[in-house]
């Protein structure tokens, strides 16, 4: 009971805080204008770049849970 | 070198997709004309604002105005000011052939370098008040005739996409190959089902796995794109929320394996809900979205992709996009095969 009620306040802050915080992004966002530029280009390269991220975050923790494994291994022997 | 000649494929064709897909040059097309309304009666010039156009050293730029199909006006010759700037001027005529009080006009423009491109509504034309009522004369002279189609490719030019048409290569070959890790992923399930072997469990929960990730990074990358050119990050449209949907469902895959440390009853388990989820995601990803309107291609109100969204010149690099993604989840999958069966080795033998 007590933890549903604190993932349901969580929750509610999150939906406010998204609520606040995209609309006023989304007003004031000239930061983002460059990735406009020059045919919108750059948005081909964050998407180039977020896949890129992705796999290379997979790497990571497989290699994480290798070296793990490793060090069982050698702890056992 | 055995058994490594599909992953040095996989990368090869991945490189070729990104320098192709990167290199290779968009249509001209048309960005903005002014004014975009004008009336009949009048000497309007135009300025036309081009993308990927040359047209100074392209040559002579004809331009005709087209209301349909039979009707078009006696193309004017254009001034170049820059390479992306035409002054265009016509004497428009007295009236046009149709009852509307307002008819959209279709611009076309052809020179030796570019070729044809067009820009349908790009001027709006009103009855002035002095109109004497619809005629098809003057509107029947203009022949499109001789037209420059250069050699050579180039991707389709979109009025919203832009550039961003390369993203098909990237975004969308991503959600075709997660399909296919789902089910090569619900394939091993199936046989785990059948077989009780448990490395079909592994192989079953490595390709999901590898989907998985795969799918979280087409949202993101969806998300990115939406901002771009749908002007947001996040819409209300329908495959939007039900792709998210269909991805919760599968993140419920990951957490069901944790919830057990048995091996043979987590197997059981996930082997069922991995079908279960398998066979919700089809309705949710290919069959509601198609029943509203949808912003995505091939959904709603929209034909398939294809015609100008998918072009042959973009298949070039789309359909190896999707084998070369393809055959790296399949590495990645492979790869997590192998360490979920040395711990198993371990495991069992400690």
Known sequence: ?77 | MKGFWWKIMGAAIFLYVLIGGMTVPLKPGITAVSPNHTYTGRQAEFLIEGYNTRFVSGGRSRVWLKMDSTHALAHAVAEAVDENHLKASFSLPATFPSEDQTIPLTLIIDNQEDGVFVQPNAVFLTRDTTDTGPSAEAWLQGRISDLHYPAGIKFPYRSILNETIRNTFFHVALWFAMFILLIAGVYHAVCYIRTHDIDHDTRSSAYTRVALLYGILGLITGSVWARFTWDTFWTQDIKLNMTAIAMLIYLAYLLLRTSTEDVDKRARLSAAYNIFAFVALIPLVFVIPRLTDSLHPGNGGNPALGGEDLDNTLRLFFYPSILALTLLGLWMSSLLTRYERLRYKWIFKS
């Not at chain 1, 009971?1 to 989304?26: G, R």
């Not at chain 1, 045919?39 to 081909?44: E, R």
């Open chain 1, 1 to 77: 009971m007590k933890i549903h009620t604190k993932i349901l306040n969580f929750a509610t802050i999150l939906t406010i805080m998204a609520c606040h915080v995209i609309p006023a992004k989304a007003a004031g966002s000239e930061s983002l204008d460059f990735l406009r530029s020059t045919g919108k280009i750059y948005a081909v390269v964050a998407v180039i770049a977020i896949i890129f991220i992705g796999i290379v975050i997979f790497l990571f923790r497989l290699d994480n849970k290798l070296t793990k494994l490793e060090n069982q291994i050698k702890n056992e022997q």
